[in-house]
């Protein structure tokens, strides 16, 4: 990411000293997994943090990242005691600003599907809904419920030439895969067929040890799937369980089938930046 800490009108670049207030704005996201610790906010997050301080102290927090010429909002949280007051609308304005000073045209985010007042701001800005998906909680007994894998698929990990082929065969935004293969928290996984090596839409997955999830995640068929999951499973060595976040129906309805249980379901909105005001 570039020169994350150039000054957004109004926001201020993330401290060291702000993990704090951003463990207790993380909490209001509504999600299973833990605040990422001090060490992980200090090497990584603090850098793409902004913060937009209340009249009690911090009244909001973004992270963020660059994706091409796409502008990723990967958090935007307002503190409970200073909703109603404009303050995600500014700080939406203001990150639109600081995207588009960074070359960015387009911007996304996630957001939960039920979640109103989320869904009118970012529809306020322009963006449109797609892809809903759901996160689910496994184990390894729910593979038994997959299809059996092809005997000649490999796991193997991605490569910078694969890169683009697995962008355009998943429709991924251009630029997300190629942030992530630089980043030691993440694991680029594809599916190969040794007979078929040009083949790029079999399967993708991103393993990230930490937090035990796999996202994105695609695969050709549940069959693939359970290759891909078989594999992760085995890069995590004594995990006995994982989150996978797909929008595969057809996958989730047999991972319901077999008891895992649905943890959390996010919808992407994406849009192209609003023009300056």
């Known amino acids: ?59 909001a927090y973004a992270l963020v990242d660059v994706l091409g010429e796409t502008g990723y909002v990967v958090n935007l949280v307002v503190a ?4 109603g007051r404009g303050l995600g609308r500014k700080v939406m304005r203001e990150l639109a600003t600081w995207f588009r000073a960074r070359g960015c045209r387009e911007w996304m985010l996630y957001v939960k ?14 963006m449109k809904a797609g892809r809903l998906e759901t996160t689910w909680r496994l184990s390894r007994d729910h593979l038994e419920a997959l299809p059996l894998a092809p005997a000649e698929l490999e796991v193997v990990p991605v490569a910078g030439a694969d890169l683009a082929p697995l962008t355009q065969a998943f429709g991924l935004v ?68 994982l989150r996978v976040v797909t929008g595969d129906s057809e996958l989730g309805s047999l991972l319901s089938d077999a008891g895992a249980r649905a943890v959390l379901r996010t919808l992407a909105m994406r849009g192209p930046l609003p023009d300056p005001q």
């Open 174 to 241: 251009p630029g997300k895969l190629a942030r992530f293969a630089t980043q030691s928290t993440h694991r680029l996984r594809r599916l190969r067929d040794p007979e078929h090596p040009e083949v790029a839409g079999l399967g993708l997955m991103d393993v990230r040890p930490q937090a035990r999830v796999l996202t994105p995640f695609f695969a050709a068929t549940p069959a693939h799937a359970r290759a891909l999951l078989e594999a992760a499973f085995l890069e995590l060595g004594g995990a006995q369980e």
């Open 80 to 83: 409970p005691d200073q909703r």
């Open 113 to 126: 599907p039920d979640n109103e007042p989320a869904l009118a701001l970012y529809g306020a800005v322009g």
């Open 1 to 59: 990411m570039r020169d994350a800490h150039s000054e957004a009108p109004g926001l201020r670049p993330a401290r060291v000293e702000d993990h704090a207030d951003f463990v207790r704005l993380f909490g209001e996201l509504g999600v299973e997994e833990s605040p990422p610790p001090l060490d992980v906010w200090v090497s990584d997050l603090v850098k793409r943090a902004f913060f937009l301080d209340g009249t009690a102290g911090a009244g």
